[in-house]
């Protein structure tokens, strides 16, 4: 008998048990799918949605400051126009785009004026019209067969160009 072998009656099977490794990865990616979730939940989602965590980063300045002189500052912060509402797609977008920005800006690699990428503007386009749902009631969807995006009109709102 090998030594460390536990002694078993012959014919029992010993029971299948998960490695540690393998229960160590598991609890590591289940806690850090719940700390990107988090990213989503109050108030962690005040806090680093707002122009505060947002303008913290100098690239970003012009486009906080022209938010803060927009009507939107009164009603929408800056994740309710840049992320998807969902929360299990707005926290893994929220961070994925926050890690690669930083990254991005970190290297000095980003292009001025800063633009929304075209997933972004997919997600803008369709944060405008769900809180303006009652216009876009009237209007319908621009964007639908390559039409224009809500912003190609409405530019300067809330960051002025």
Not at 26 to 37: E, K
Not at 120 to 130: A, I, L, Q
Not at 134 to 146: C, F, I, K
Request: proline residues 7%; positive net charge.
């Amino acid at each position: 008998m090998n030594e460390g072998a536990r002694w078993r009656p012959p014919g029992v099977k010993p029971k299948h048990r998960i490695g540690h490794r393998r229960a160590v990865w598991a609890a590591g990616v289940g806690l850090a799918f719940l700390a990107v979730l988090a990213l989503k939940l109050p108030p962690l989602a005040h806090l680093l949605d707002g122009p505060r965590f947002c303008g913290a980063c100098h690239a970003m300045r012009p486009q906080v400051d022209s938010y803060l002189h927009s009507a939107h500052r009164e009603a929408a912060t800056c994740g309710d126009c840049h992320l998807p509402h969902g929360l299990v797609e707005g926290a893994f977008y929220k961070a994925y785009t926050g890690t690669r920005d930083v990254v991005t800006v970190a290297l000095g690699n980003y292009r001025e004026p800063i633009t929304l990428s075209s997933h972004g503007t997919e997600v803008v386009h369709e944060n405008c019209r769900r809180c303006h749902a009652s216009v876009m009631a009237l209007v319908g969807d621009t964007a639908r067969d390559g039409g224009p995006r809500c912003f190609a009109c409405h530019r300067s709102v809330p960051h002025l160009r």
